[in-house]
C-alpha cells in the first residue's frame, strides 16, 4: 500500500521560511510528477508546484520566485523551501503523488496535510 508521509509545517513569521517534505513509500514501481498543493479555508485546493520525472517544474503565479520544489529521486521524497513567506501563503499544504503501484496501476495520491501559519 502506498503512503505519502509529510513533515514539516508550523508557524512562521512573514517573512520567514519552511521547508515541507514528503515521502513515498510502498510498493512503488515507478513515480511520475510529485507535488504541493494548498487549501485555505474556504477556497479550493489550488496548486503551488510540481515536479515531473524529468525534473521539470512548475509553480503557481502566487509562489513563483519564492518557493522551490524539488526531489530525491532515490528516497521518493519532494520537497517545498518556502521562503519569503506571506500571511496569504498560510494554508493546509497537501503532498501528491502521480505514480505506479505494483498491481493496481497508475493513479494519484494524497498525503496527509500539514498546517503552515504566517503570523507575527
Known amino acids: 500500500q502506498v503512503q505519502l508521509v509529510v513533515s514539516g509545517g508550523g508557524l512562521v513569521q512573514p517573512g520567514g521560511s519552511l521547508r515541507l517534505s514528503c515521502a513515498a513509500s510502498g510498493t512503488i514501481f515507478r513515480i511520475y510528477t510529485m507535488g504541493w498543493y494548498y487549501q485555505a479555508p474556504g477556497k479550493e485546493r489550488e496548486l503551488v508546484a510540481i515536479?515531473?520525472?524529468?525534473?521539470?517544474?512548475n509553480y503557481g503565479s502566487s509562489v513563483k520566485g519564492r518557493f522551490a520544489i524539488s526531489r530525491d529521486y532515490a528516497k521518493n521524497t519532494v520537497y517545498l523551501q518556502m521562503n519569503s513567506l506571506k500571511p496569504e501563503d498560510a494554508a493546509v499544504y497537501y503532498c501528491n503523488a502521480d505514480l505506479e503501484e505494483l498491481g493496481f496501476g497508475r493513479r494519484s495520491y494524497w498525503g496527509q496535510g500539514t498546517q503552515v501559519t504566517v503570523s507575527s
Open positions: 515536479i515531473s520525472s524529468g525534473g521539470s517544474t
